[in-house]
């Protein structure tokens, strides 16, 4: 089901200041996709997500639910969250510590009235499909942080919504769990073709699961794209910035050439994208992940885009090293294998793939 | 949400209604007086009239009949109080005028109003444990109780504030009991330099005699009945005072007839006799007395009727006399 | 959650129709000059009542009075608490019932019972030490301030311990657990994790003590009196009751400074804890805290916990059976046993009127704290959940008559029951007791509301469930240990109902309180004791019912329906 939002408002005071939360959001939620609403905390993103749901009530603007519309302030709709036929799972999982696994999860179905027999089906079915089949008379209070967080699922899945919503479930997690549960997510929500709307600060959880992101900052939305498009060719420099590690380099546009456009910066001229067509003459920002930044052999010292340096730090953090490489002022962050034969204080050389570099417009 | 409501108000307000159906022959009598239940008792056993029996303590008596009286819900038929309250009552015509055939051998001070008639005095006494006060050492007089082998080993209820009591402290001044004013406030101070305790009112101060907490007080000769078997006996002082009780027909009674067949009844002698053996209380009924050894031979005077202000400006100074460090 | 502002104008309508018309009244009655009726604008009554040459030590003692009942009450209540909540302490449910014990005596005959123990001249207690001792001099004087407090305080704990036992027992363990990780032990755990976080329960029990106590009679009475030491309600008496014509309008006018102390106290409370969120411990974790083993400590901790509860409460309550087999006041000796026998008993359950009252007395137990309670969920739920100026005026709203000097309340609730037609009913009765007592219901509930997350009730709303479907199967399960102490502090303080009783109750609406009161004030201790311990005895079984009740709802959700 497809979600369509108009110019929502949501202010609040706080301590005689007013906080603007949601600043004339407009947004559609493509049906049965992933969708990732991402941001700094504060940013608005579960403001939102709770104005969707209806647990908060926006200052102005129209939310659709389908073809349903569940808020206007001008034509003063306001249907309650029961009403709204959604799931959701919350931040703290919200299990109700007083039932058992069962109760907790036939409770949607319960409010409805379903006769018991099609209860007991559905829930068996939903706890199946979580893997938590024989959990049913557990006390809630029994289970562990990954089980209350599948419960939290099934209990949001079991009356078959339309759509689910995700309040930063995996952020109580361990480390570890989390990304596990971040994948049998991926794969149970991937199964159910459902449009799922998914609240996180985490950039990795937003690459890794949706299938779209919205960036949002002060209740805006800034950029939506997959996550792809999002990281490696951002519009905007905040939100390249915040996808991922970037290192930016100042410069100006020397020359366009097709898709690429020669870039002469602070630490010298380089070849990179410019999907945003930034005219010759203009200054803007180079951004480059550490990913991409490679060490080069010693004797293509001369090619393009490569540079050589000085290898200020070195921390070795298992899987990689994380190095700093200084280029005159400029300091880029890079990861580098951790074969690789370096030691701080080192002269290297490193090199840019055009591909994997972007302009962006300051 | 408006069911809810409405279902709580209908819970508030179903035993309401049960409670307000009433049956028709009443007669309600609001009292101070209290322990009167074997007077009622009788009168309900000789009449087709169901009489009720109201308490209401001395210190909201007058709030109590005013508000019902204003609000013109006053139910009472006859009411009965201290003296200066009934004053009061029958200024803001409350009271409707009645000379009960009943009161025919009573004294003339005691009938000579046209409305309130006193059958009753609330006398007061120095009250002893006989358990632990020497024969020899039970007061006689009145200045016996400034004797300091009394101190800390008395209890009176508060003199700066307690009415009735500041009453009776002015009443043994004008009844010159020690000839003159300076002999009288030189009592006063003697008695304050005995410490006694101060309670709340007479209500208290049997007790703390009868447990020998302490062993004399400011009390009354009632208390010898009312908590037989307890050690307790008067001091045979010569002059016994005591607030008036007054009883009258209230100006609205609902149930005139019926208040005036309770009226006579209570100042019969047969109603006066159980009051003063079953109570203890002091009765103005000829030839009435409680039966308490000694009482019928003393002089029990009644109170002049103190105003309020009267009564606030002397708890004042009885304040500075009995309070002084 | 509701529609918000709806319900608490609601609510605000109900709460200030219940507890301002009295309150006005009385205000009305401050500034006229007859005593009675409305009549004539006047100052008078303030200026008498507050340029009374006494007044300000009158202030003093009473802030010493009230303050110190809060401290003993309250620390009482923490300690007792958590050894029964959070410890294996032996035979606990004994502890748990003695806690709530004063709650049920009228507090005449606690205060009494305490006169008799520790009375300078030969209280029982004070004798006792002293042919144990060899003393000369009693040891104790219970006709002091200390002797008031210790009393007043006592009389108090079930109102702090109902209020922080229930908060105690939902803590969050993983708050402590995680305390003790790192390394602190159990002391420092409970002084720096435990304490600050019940920190919510433990101001509104402080906060609710000082505004009973303030407005308390019967010990400032029984043994404030004797001592010569006033506080503010037997300030307003003396000025009642020094003339015959008492004057109520300026005995309120002194007992606006009570009120205006209370809800300044109030707003205090709110500040205080206005970062609600900072206290929700209830989540999905951890709802049944985990025991603390006492090991070694568990029977020195069992002994000094019996003493004390032996000391502090079953003593006096053994005090008040003692005086009711007895003709009159004795101290024990041979003769006072000699002398004993059922006779007050027998009178008393004789006694028609008694009986009356007691079923009088019953019913207004029961139906007004079920009542009460039910109103308190949703104040409660308005007050912490939605926290604006409308539901700081709710809170307040709900402690008017409550903070009002009790004699003077009652006063206040006759001036405007006499002008509608339930006057001298028992609904009269029934709406005045929970206008009053509003705030015993609130209180636990409000403190156990606190510490629900409002995810657990979003997400029963997001799952399909209406409101009051949300109210019934989550919300209330949730608050049951809340409710349950909402509804025994209710339910045992309308069984000992006496302030507006006294004014309001009249022949065929007798109850207990007020008959104990007649018995009192003809000095009759034996069957006024009698009838206390009758009174003590249902409601025990009241608090024992709800409290089977409250734990049979709470299991009854857990194991399957």
């Known amino acids: 089901m497809e979600i369509r939002i108009k110019g929502l408002t949501r202010h609040y005071y706080s301590e005689g200041k007013q906080i603007k939360a949601l600043d004339g959001v407009d947004l559609t939620i493509p049906a049965n996709k992933i969708f990732t609403l991402l941001g700094p905390s504060g940013c608005g993103k579960t403001t939102l997500l709770r104005c969707i749901v209806g647990l908060e009530t926006p200052d102005a603007g129209e939310i659709y639910i389908g073809d349903d519309l569940v808020w206007s302030s001008e034509k003063g709709i306001f249907v309650p969250p029961e009403n709204r036929g959604l799931g959701m799972v919350f931040q703290t999982y919200a299990i109700w510590p007083h039932m058992n696994v069962f109760d907790n999860v036939a409770y949607p179905l319960q409010t409805s009235k379903t006769p018991k027999d099609k209860i007991r089906q559905q829930v068996a079915k939903a706890l199946k499909f979580v893997q938590l089949d024989g959990f049913e008379n557990r006390p809630a209070t029994k289970l562990s942080g990954g089980q209350q967080q599948r419960v939290a699922l099934a209990r949001a899945l079991v009356a078959e919504p339309k759509v689910i919503l995700f309040d930063e479930p995996l952020s109580n997690l361990d480390a570890k769990l989390r990304e596990e549960t971040r994948k049998e997510l991926r794969s149970f929500l991937t199964e159910l073709k459902i449009t799922a709307i998914y609240v996180t600060h985490d950039r990795i959880e937003a690459l890794a699961l949706s299938d779209l992101i919205a960036v949002m900052r002060s209740g805006k939305i800034i950029e939506i794209g997959d996550p792809k498009k999002i990281y490696f060719n951002s519009d905007d420099k905040f939100v390249a910035d915040f996808i991922g590690r970037a290192n930016l380099i100042k410069g100006k546009v020397e020359k366009l050439d097709g898709e690429h456009a020669i870039f002469a910066s602070e630490i010298g001229s380089i070849v990179a994208l410019n999907s945003q067509k930034i005219p010759v003459g203009q200054n803007a920002m180079l951004c480059v992940r550490p990913e991409f930044i490679r060490l080069a052999p010693e004797q293509a010292a001369e090619g393009q885009n490569i540079f050589s340096g000085k290898m200020e730090s070195l921390i070795f953090i298992g899987e990689a090293y994380e190095g700093e490489i200084r280029i005159g002022e400029t300091l880029l962050t890079t990861t580098i294998e951790p074969t690789e034969n370096i030691v701080e204080g080192d002269t290297i050389f490193i090199s840019f793939d055009p591909d994997h570099c972007f302009l962006l417009s300051t | ?325 | ?561």
């Open chain 2, 1 to 325: 949400m408006k069911k809810m409501f409405v279902l709580l108000l209908g819970f508030v307000l179903l035993p309401g209604l049960f409670t307000t159906v009433q049956a028709a022959e009443k007669m309600n009598f609001y009292a101070n007086i209290t322990a009167i239940q074997p007077i009622m008792d009788e009168f309900n056993a000789g009449q087709d009239i169901d009489g009720i029996y109201t308490r209401i303590s001395t210190s909201k008596y007058l709030a109590t009949v005013l508000t019902e009286f204003s609000a013109g819900k006053l139910q009472a038929d006859v009411l009965q109080s201290p003296l200066p309250i009934m004053q009061m009552l029958k200024e803001k015509g409350v009271l409707a005028p009645y000379k009960s055939p009943a009161a025919a051998g009573y004294p003339a001070w005691a009938q000579q109003d046209d409305t309130i008639i006193q059958f009753g005095i609330e006398y007061v006494a120095p009250i002893y444990n006989k358990d632990l006060v020497k024969p020899e050492d039970v007061p006689t007089r009145y200045e016996d109780l400034t004797d300091p082998k009394w101190y800390n080993k008395m209890v009176m209820p508060d003199p700066s504030s307690h009415a009735t009591t500041i009453s009776w402290l002015v009443g043994l001044k004008e009844a010159k009991i020690f000839g003159n004013d300076t002999s009288w406030r030189k009592f006063l101070k003697g008695l304050a330099a005995n410490k006694p305790m101060f309670v709340k009112s007479f209500g208290p101060t049997p007790a703390p005699i009868e447990s020998g907490e302490k062993v004399l007080g400011i009390s009354m000769p009632k208390y010898i009945i009312s908590k037989a078997p307890a050690p307790l006996d008067w001091a045979r002082v010569d002059t016994l005072l005591g607030t008036p009780r007054g009883i009258a027909i209230s100006a609205n009674a609902p149930n005139p007839k019926a208040a005036k067949v309770f009226v006579d009844y209570w100042l019969s002698q047969n109603a006066m006799q159980l009051l003063a053996t079953k109570v203890g209380e002091y009765v103005l009924a000829p030839g009435v007395f409680p039966p308490i050894d000694g009482i019928s031979q003393v002089k029990v005077l009644p109170i002049r009727s103190l105003s309020d202000d009267e009564i606030r400006s002397w708890g004042k100074e009885f304040r500075k006399i009995f309070y002084a460090k």
């Open chain 3, 1 to 561: 959650m509701f529609k918000k502002p709806t319900l608490t104008t609601t609510l605000i309508v109900i709460v200030g129709f219940l507890t301002l018309c009295p309150v006005i009244m009385l205000l009305l009655g401050s500034f006229s000059q007859d005593f009675v009726s409305f009549g004539q604008f006047t100052t008078v009554k303030y200026v008498e009542a507050y340029t009374d040459p006494d007044f300000a030590a009158i202030l003093w003692n009473t802030v010493i009075f009230t303050v110190g009942s809060a401290l003993v009450a309250t620390l009482l209540a923490l300690f007792l608490a958590y050894v029964n909540t959070r410890t294996d302490l032996p035979f606990k449910f004994i502890f748990k019932v003695i806690a709530i014990v004063p709650m049920m005596i009228p507090h005449i005959l606690f205060s009494v019972s305490w006169v008799l123990l520790l009375n300078p001249s030969n209280g029982t207690l004070n004798r006792l030490l002293m042919d144990l001792f060899g003393l000369k001099d009693a040891l104790f004087d219970i006709y002091t301030l200390p002797g008031m407090i210790l009393v007043e305080g006592l009389l108090d704990l079930p109102i702090a311990y109902l209020i922080i036992a229930p908060a105690m027992s939902a803590f969050d363990v993983s708050l402590e657990e995680s305390s003790k990780v790192c390394g602190a032990s159990n002391l420092r755990t409970l002084m720096r994790v435990t304490l600050p976080v019940l920190r919510p329960a433990i101001l509104a029990s402080a906060i609710l003590v000082i505004v009973r106590s303030l407005a308390s009679f019967a010990v400032p009475s029984v043994i404030g009196m004797p001592g010569r030491i006033y506080v503010l309600s037997t300030h307003i008496y003396r000025n009642i009751a020094s003339g015959f014509a008492a004057d109520f309008g300026k005995a309120a006018a002194i007992g606006m400074s009570a009120l205006a102390a209370s809800i300044t106290l109030i707003y205090i409370y709110r500040y205080l804890t206005s970062e609600s969120g900072k206290f929700v411990t209830i989540s999905s974790r951890g709802f049944k805290p985990t025991l603390i083993k006492l090991k070694n400590a568990k029977y020195p901790l069992f002994v000094i916990v019996g003493i004390l509860s032996f000391v502090l409460i079953v003593l006096p309550v053994m005090v008040l059976f003692y005086t009711s087999m007895l003709p009159y006041s004795m101290v024990p000796s041979a003769k006072a046993f000699s002398m004993m026998s059922w006779n007050n008993w027998v009178e008393v359950l004789k006694d028609p009127i008694s009986l009356l009252s007691l079923k009088n007395s019953l019913f207004l137990g029961v139906v007004g704290a079920t009542i009460g309670t039910t109103l308190s969920i949703f104040v409660s739920y308005v007050i912490v959940k939605i926290r604006s100026t409308a539901s700081g005026i709710l809170e307040s709203l709900s402690f008017l008559s409550f903070s009002f000097p009790g004699i003077v309340i009652g006063v206040g609730f006759m001036w405007f029951f006499v002008r509608t037609p339930i006057y001298g009913t028992l609904t009269a009765l029934l709406i005045g007791y929970i206008a009053t007592y509003l705030p015993y219901g609130i209180r636990p509930i409000s403190s156990a509301f606190v510490q629900i997350h409002s995810h657990l009730e979003e997400s029963s709303r997001v799952c399909g469930a209406g409101p009051f479907y949300t109210m019934r199967r989550i919300v209330i399960p949730l608050l049951i240990p809340g409710i349950v102490s909402g509804w025994i502090l209710m339910a045992s303080m309308f069984l000992r109902e006496l302030t507006l009783s006294v004014v309001l109750s009249r022949p065929g609406t007798e109850v207990l309180a007020v008959q104990i009161l007649h018995f009192a004030e003809d000095g009759l201790w034996g069957k006024l004791s009698a009838l206390g311990i009758i009174m003590i005895f249902i409601s025990s079984l009241l608090v024992i019912l709800a409290a089977v009740l409250g734990n049979k709802l709470t299991k009854m959700e857990v194991v399957n329906k």
